[in-house]
């Protein structure tokens, strides 16, 4: 056998593995779609007159939605997980974060539970404090957060003390729930020793 067929077949193998690994990787981010999709439901719709923006357009690269409180678990029910290049407004009646190529995301106001920065999000690491994150509950009462890298990181401030008394009632919600699983702990592990 020629060298030039020898090589043409070890290409031909190469491009076959890497085909079959890419169609794994769709199949597994489609089925992950379909386990969420009961949990996640349908998001809500933007309203038809959504007025005068109060804060934005803020730019930035829209780097995903998790299932809260992870980091990590990538929302994969339509598009809603893909990143994008996107503006963040905020309006009388809730957050839209309009996205280029993709479908955009409203988040009504009653929905929001905290907005604050992050150092990462949707498996995508960066610096201190690099990503804005926007907690809030799905009409299928599933808590999300979706994040926004800035273009701008000093308009990051300015959003987070725009909703410091939400923030402040989260952080509280969330030490009380630790609390309460501390003590359950320690109940039982009372229990166990007697």
Do not use: C
């Not at 996640?40 to 809260?68: I, K, N, Q």
């Not at 410091?164 to 509280?172: C, G, K, V, Y």
Request: no cysteine.
């Amino acid at each position: 056998m020629s060298n030039w067929a020898y090589y043409l077949i070890i290409a031909i193998v190469a491009i076959a593995i890497w085909l079959f690994l890419v169609l794994l990787a769709l199949r597994g981010w489609h089925n992950r779609g379909r386990r969420q999709a009961d949990l996640v439901g349908d998001f809500p719709a933007p309203p038809a007159d959504l007025g005068e923006p109060v804060r934005g357009p803020h730019t930035g690269l829209y780097v995903g939605s998790t299932l809260a409180p992870s980091w990590q678990n990538r929302v994969a029910v339509g598009d809603k997980g893909d990143r994008a290049s996107a503006e963040l407004t905020e309006y009388h009646d809730g957050l839209m974060i309009t996205r280029h190529g993709a479908s955009e995301i409203w988040i009504p106001r009653e929905s929001l539970i905290a907005v604050r920065t992050e150092n990462g999000l949707a498996g995508k690491a960066m610096s201190r404090d690099g990503v804005l994150v926007i907690r809030w509950r799905l009409p299928s009462g599933t808590e999300i957060d979706s994040g926004l890298r800035g273009d701008d990181k000093t308009t990051y401030p300015a959003w987070v003390a725009a909703y410091a008394e939400l923030n402040e009632r989260a952080f509280a919600a969330v030490e009380a729930a630790d609390l309460e699983n501390a003590k359950n702990e320690a109940g039982t592990t009372k229990k166990k020793e007697d």
